[in-house]
């Protein structure tokens, strides 16, 4: 009897090796090979089975990048032979039901197969015999072998070793046949589980089931309706994640402002029909989940209240009481704010217990992380709410104590001010974001500023001066300011450190009036200015404040730092977070790195008690199990 694989969500290396694929035709139904996001590869003959089942050119994305396959395309690649739709709830449960259904399919299938009336061969033209011909010679396959490599390096720069070992593994049994590729595949499992690439991304892996579980326990109340204050780029992109899963009232100022944020929604749900992953009809029965008005009416029906309006003080405690006074007592007030401490918002507040932080990262729909602020008087249930909320929306949620910056925006802090030096130091934008990236930040640091705006860095660096002194001292301030008064606030300008014609980001020049601008605060290079030593600089005072955020109690646990840096901030995944990155490089390297910039600059590269502590122990952050 012939072997039959019934996909929902796909163990793909189990399937591959039956002789016939049925799976459900479900947007929850997707078939991924996801073993080069650990840092490994598909080890079960995955790397061989694949390509041999639906060719070269379409196996090897999907094992280099680890991406869904939904049903239907799989079904039109011959990753799978046949699919069903599902059957809705009857006699018994809907997955219940539905496996039922399909046992009774795969059967009908297999007996089948076995009597040869599914015939597997299919039949091709003349074109498609021709293009196979060509996709069989040694020509073509060192072509697809040359552009995946040149992709994977212009993607990875080399620092990820598991898509490389891919393609040449994948390489080995197409050139010299299945068992020299089984071979093959065999000895770079052993190699690439050996790594540290791969024991930080099975880290990350174990960080994002973690991150998905409520720590807080069930809220004593789901929320069903938020309202979300301020229809901008921020305040939209929270509404099209909410809406998901729950109602969402919108509010703005004004109906010019509400009509931007609404079409922002439609607009995402839209992509999402596009690549087919929802129906029309499912876009507009989600829209019709959300309401917008330019008042508070309908406000006493809401269980959360998420505001993201301007970063001012003043504005968020005029919010609260407006907001305070229409609200059922139960309803929670979450604050979107990235810097001010949510126990300064709470203060305006008659009910400081419901009061809590929910800082999204821009933009909403495709950052995973969902930095969630806790007071000393923020109640355990709306702790629970919040988190329940964060993964309803699809975040990996971190949940950090309350002070300047909470976690994320501290720790990025120092590496700023750093970076503002280093520019000082005659360093150009172009050669501190290469050096950035080749360490393996996702985008220069520079690149980052400009992303961010420099008006809202310049806010940051002063907020955080102030509360932390020569700690956060580096690059002179006066130079973001000074960019500002010119006019130069980043991207969103069309200027900053880099000109952005027509708003696009790709192939920019520098800002060449900018550079002049730094002319004036120029200082002259001590010493420490290889490409190695700056990357070093800059990655030491990130990760010595985010040790800093685990001594002060900001941070529960090293593993929500790892996540919070990793997934808000991009820190180098194959690093695995600033905490991993310690366990593996040494405490006591990096202390000896740090001490030698403090003779450099200064005290603000004084490593952290706590980070000495280690230094001097073998103790790690993450302790082998």
């Not at 720590?215 to 992109?237: D, N, R, Y």
């Not at 990793?566 to 001490?595: E, I, N, S, W």
Request: proline share 5%.
């Amino acid at each position: 009897m012939p072997d039959i694989a019934i996909l929902f969500v796909s163990p793909l290396q189990v399937a591959l090796s039956c002789h016939y694929r049925i799976a459900v035709s479900d947007s929850n139904t997707v078939l991924y090979a996801p073993e080069v996001l650990i840092g490994m590869l598909p080890g079960m003959s995955g790397t061989q089975r694949l390509p041999r089942l639906i060719g070269l050119t379409e196996a090897l994305p999907l094992i280099l990048t680890g991406k869904n396959v939904p049903a239907q395309k799989a079904k039109k690649i011959g990753l799978v032979d046949q699919t069903v739709p599902p059957i809705g709830p009857g006699n018994k449960p809907a997955p219940e039901g539905n496996l039922e259904y399909l046992e009774e399919i795969a059967i009908i299938a297999a007996r089948d197969l076995a009597a040869g009336k599914i015939k597997r061969t299919k039949k091709t033209g003349l074109v498609q015999k021709i293009t196979d011909m060509v996709k069989d010679t040694q020509q073509f396959r060192n072509f697809v072998y040359k552009t995946a490599r040149k992709g994977v390096m212009a993607q990875t720069h080399g620092l990820y070793p598991a898509p490389l070992k891919i393609i040449d593994v994948v390489a080995a049994g197409q050139d010299n046949g299945i068992e020299a590729g089984y071979e093959a595949e065999i000895k770079a499992f052993g190699e690439l589980a050996m790594t540290p690439h791969s024991r930080a991304l099975m880290g990350l892996f174990h960080g994002q089931v973690h991150c998905k579980k409520n720590h807080f326990g069930t809220p004593q109340k789901p929320v069903e309706t938020v309202s979300i204050l301020g229809a901008g780029l921020m305040g939209a992109g929270v509404a099209e994640v909410s809406i998901q899963k729950m109602n969402v009232i919108l509010k703005d100022m004004n109906l010019a402002g509400l009509a931007r944020g609404e079409q922002q929604v439609y607009k995402g749900l839209d992509k999402q029909r596009k690549r087919k992953k929802i129906t029309s009809f499912e876009r507009d029965t989600i829209m019709s989940r959300m309401s917008g008005q330019v008042d508070y009416t309908n406000f006493k029906e809401c269980d959360m209240v998420i505001e993201a309006v301007f970063e001012d003080i003043n504005i968020k405690h005029k919010v609260i009481k407006e907001v305070e006074a229409v609200i059922p007592d139960h309803c929670i007030f979450a604050s979107n704010t990235s810097a001010i401490p949510i126990t300064e918002i709470a203060k305006a507040s008659k009910r400081p217990e419901k009061v809590i932080g929910m800082h999204y990262f821009s933009p909403v729909d495709k950052m995973q992380l969902l930095e969630i602020i806790t007071t000393d008087k923020t109640s355990k249930d709306t702790a629970a709410s919040a988190v329940d909320v964060g993964l309803r929306q699809g975040k990996l949620c971190i949940v950090v104590k309350d002070g300047p910056g909470f976690y994320t925006t501290r720790i990025l802090g120092p590496m700023m001010s750093e970076a503002i030096r280093v520019l000082q130091e005659g360093f150009g934008p172009k050669e501190l974001d290469k050096a950035a990236t080749s360490f393996g930040w996702p985008v220069g640091v520079v690149t980052l500023v400009d992303e961010v705006g420099i008006d809202v860095a310049v806010h940051v660096q002063d907020f955080l001066g102030k509360a932390f002194g020569e700690r956060f001292a580096g690059g002179n301030p006066a130079v973001l300011r000074d960019m500002v008064a010119a006019g130069f606030m980043g991207r969103k300008a069309g200027k900053g450190c880099f000109v952005y014609e027509g708003g696009k980001s790709k192939n920019r020049e520098v800002n060449t009036a900018a550079v002049e601008l730094l002319k004036k605060y120029a200082l002259e290079p001590k010493g420490a200015d290889s490409v190695s030593d700056i990357q070093m600089r800059l990655a030491s005072r990130f990760i010595n404040e985010a040790v800093y955020c685990l001594q002060d109690g900001i941070l529960r646990d090293p593993v929500e730092g790892d996540m919070g840096a990793v997934f808000g901030l991009g820190f180098p995944p194959f690093h695995g977070g600033p905490f991993r990155f310690v366990d593996t490089y040494g405490a006591d390297k990096l202390v000896a790195d740090m001490q030698r910039f403090q003779e450099i600059y200064g005290p603000e590269f004084a490593p952290c008690q706590l980070l000495q502590d280690h230094a001097k122990s073998t103790k790690k952050f993450h302790p082998a199990k």
